[in-house]
């Protein structure tokens, strides 16, 4: 089982829809949770963390974390073509003690077309 | 604020050759973070620097090795290149206290040929 599982995709959505993206982990002792947007030939820029069970709402975007289920989730309301990229799941990792440690495991991403 | 800056931007090399990727984090970031980006895989973990000391190793091979200065700068060396070394190279930073919400340079594609 992968650590981080992410659908490929691509994910296709009509333009002012909500892009709903998906996301489960295997370490049940992870703390934080983050999601970044890469555009194609671009480096990955961060758009939200969670650590807290819940929702947490930035401007379009909001972060859902079950930990209970191992899943996490980023919802983009009012979706535009300029949405359209790959999204990272990543999640903290673990020293094999049980430590925290700042490495993050990404997951390989899920495609977003946003069509206008 | 200037973000997380790396060089080269690009770097072609042979194979057998030795690399050296540049990282300056964000002013104020101590912890400076390598990630590997193969094409169409994902960002896989090398190496993480705090304070000058290596925290963390990922599952690559001892050729891959780096270093933070004092001044909180790093590189990365690869040694004895191979085609497969051949990605597009991440640098990261965080804050003190922040934890793991890191921040991504451009990067540096690497090609071996």
């Known amino acids: 089982q992968k650590e981080v599982e992410q659908n490929s995709g691509p994910l296709s959505v009509p333009e002012g829809a909500i892009a709903s993206l998906n996301c489960t982990y295997s370490?049940?002792?992870?703390?934080?949770f983050f999601w970044y947007r890469q555009y194609s030939g671009k480096s990955p820029e961060l758009i939200m963390f969670?650590?807290?069970?819940g929702d947490k709402e930035d401007g379009r975007f909001t972060a859902q974390l079950n930990k209970a289920s191992q899943y996490v989730s980023l919802l983009i309301r009012d979706s535009q073509p300029s949405d359209s990229a790959t999204y990272l799941c990543?999640?903290?990792?673990?020293?094999?003690?049980?430590?925290?440690?700042?490495?993050?495991?990404f997951g390989t991403g899920t495609l977003l077309a946003v069509q206008p | 604020e200037a973000g997380v800056t790396q060089s080269p931007t690009h770097l072609i090399k042979t194979r057998g050759q030795q690399a050296t990727l540049r990282c300056s984090p964000i002013?104020?970031?101590?912890?400076v973070y390598w990630y590997q980006q193969a094409l169409g895989l994902g960002l896989q973990f090398l190496l993480w620097?705090?304070?000058?000391?290596?925290?963390n190793r990922g599952n690559f091979p001892p050729r891959f090795s780096g270093r933070q200065f004092p001044n909180y700068s790093s590189e990365l060396n690869v040694n004895a290149l191979e085609l497969e070394d051949s990605a597009l190279y991440l640098c990261?930073?965080?804050?003190?206290?922040?934890?793991?919400?890191?921040?991504f340079g451009e990067g540096s594609w690497l090609t071996v040929v």
């Open positions: 990261a930073s965080s804050a003190p206290g922040s934890g793991n919400t890191i921040y």
């Open positions: 990543a999640v903290s990792a673990r020293l094999s003690h049980g430590g925290a440690t700042n490495k993050l495991i």
């Open positions: 620097y705090d304070e000058g000391e290596e925290r």
């Open positions: 002013s104020g970031h101590t912890s």
């Open positions: 969670i650590y807290s069970n």
């Open positions: 370490d049940r002792g992870s703390q934080s």
